[in-house]
């Protein structure tokens, strides 16, 4: 059975929150924290604060789509609002 995340970061230097999706979370995270991919490269380090697991890919990307919305993020702010109140 494979799934397909949805995750949250957030950078340790800027507090910059990033949204994405992938098949292989642990990969991708090493990747994001490497610095080798360009939209999150200048915001390294990261932390993993959120993740979905779905198991069909359309949904995950759907709900990665969501997240990026401005109601996806006051949804986001509202379900990890005990971790942003810190």
Do not use: C
């Not at 995270?29 to 932390?47: Q, V």
């Amino acid at each position: 059975m494979n799934f397909y995340y949805v995750y949250v970061l957030q950078s340790l230097k800027t507090d910059w929150i990033y949204v994405g999706s992938s098949a292989d979370l642990k990969q991708r995270f090493k990747s994001h924290n490497d610095g080798e991919n360009l939209s999150t490269k200048g915001y390294a380090p990261f932390k993993l604060i959120f993740y979905e697991a779905y198991l069909n890919k359309k949904d995950a990307l759907r709900r990665e789509e969501y997240f990026k919305t401005t109601k996806g993020k006051t949804t986001l702010r509202t379900m990890l609002e005990e971790y942003f109140q810190k």
